[in-house]
């Protein structure tokens, strides 16, 4: 990969390939002013190129290969010394494999000359990048660094998780698995109404805003339901208003958490859910929670304020 052509704008390389028309690049191009998206997310949303096509133009473009099936990938332990976890979420990379001084990294970016130059430096090894698409890379970061934790003892309690974006779901339950949890990820609302009855989850955390029946709609379900209404639940919302902050807490949940999230934020978020609504012991029999009796006064405060700011508004 030559210098010059390494400095090329994805976009130009799409259309170039005939892959993404010239007007639909502007367009792009405007939109990641305002929202300072990366442009390759934004053309997905915006429906006119797929990741298979952006990973596609950039193996043929320079030569890169695509990475090859997880597998036929080896699990070694020494590669995720190699590269961080937070670092392979964040820049969408992760090592496939180490051949004496040459480190095989997929990116989904392999433009990225600065987290290519980074890894080399704090390796001493050469870099050789391997395209991949995000759902590649975010699978292959499950493959090489989350098996243990996945698998790792009930401790701290089960929470479910629901969050359409995969890397923050992922970043997420990482960071809470770390603090003992045990994490149930889904993608949907739907996924996790069934994760929650599969599993009987001590603690919800959904994303609000999604695709079909979003957050609200679930928690609505969820009051319906006798063996899941006294779950608490926090809100992750991209809508980091104070209306949308008292609304959801209005409604019933537990707490609310704007985007982006600050995953130290959220861990005491979620401890201080566990201190207020459980009496040191997680779960009751067959897993349902046992209420402090705090829990039932903290619902009474917030109905009384509730009142009080209905009085104030007349």
Same mark, same amino acid.
């Given at each position: 990969?030559?210098?010059? +052509? ?10 170039? #390939? ?44 320079? /030569? ?35 051949? /004496?001084?040459?480190?095989?990294? #997929? ?43 996945? /698998? ?33 990820? +889904? ?27 979003? &957050? ?37 949940? #537990? ?12 861990? +005491? ?14 779960? &009751?029999?067959? &897993? #349902? ?26």
């Amino acid at each position: 990969m030559t210098k010059s +052509a390494r400095k090329r704008q994805m976009g130009d390389l799409l259309v170039e #390939a005939g892959v993404l028309k010239r007007v639909n690049l502007a367009d792009a191009l405007a939109r990641q002013k305002v929202s300072k998206k990366k442009l390759g997310e934004i053309l997905q949303e915006m429906g006119v190129v797929c990741d298979k096509d952006i990973a596609l133009v950039l193996a043929t473009q320079f /030569n890169i290969r695509p990475v090859p099936p997880l597998a036929d990938q080896p699990r070694d332990p020494q590669l995720r010394e190699l590269v961080d976890i937070h670092t392979a979420i964040q820049r969408l990379v992760y090592p496939i494999s180490r051949n /004496n001084r040459r480190l095989n990294l #997929a990116m989904a970016n392999p433009l990225d000359l600065e987290i290519v130059d980074r890894i080399a430096f704090s390796t001493s090894l050469d870099v050789v990048p391997w395209v991949a698409t995000p759902s590649e890379i975010l699978a292959g970061i499950r493959y090489h660094y989350l098996e243990s934790t996945q /698998n790792a003892p009930e401790s701290m309690g089960t929470i479910v998780l629901v969050e359409d974006k995969e890397k923050i779901r992922l970043s997420s339950a990482l960071a809470l698995r770390r603090e003992g949890y045990r994490v149930v990820e +889904a993608s949907s609302a739907k996924m996790g109404l069934a994760a929650v009855l599969k599993h009987e989850p001590q603690l919800i955390i959904t994303e609000t805003v999604m695709v079909g029946m979003d &957050g609200r709609e679930m928690f609505r379900v969820l009051r319906k339901n006798p063996d899941t209404r006294s779950i608490p639940v926090i809100g992750f919302s991209s809508k980091a208003t104070r209306d949308e902050e008292v609304s959801l807490l209005n409604m019933g949940f #537990a707490d609310f958490i704007s985007k982006p999230i600050n995953l130290e934020l959220l861990i +005491a978020r979620v401890a201080r859910v566990f201190a207020l609504v459980y009496r040191g012991e997680h779960t &009751g029999r067959q &897993g #349902a929670p046992v209420l402090s009796p705090l829990h039932g006064e903290v619902e009474a405060l917030l109905d009384l304020m509730q009142v009080s700011q209905n009085q104030v508004r007349r």
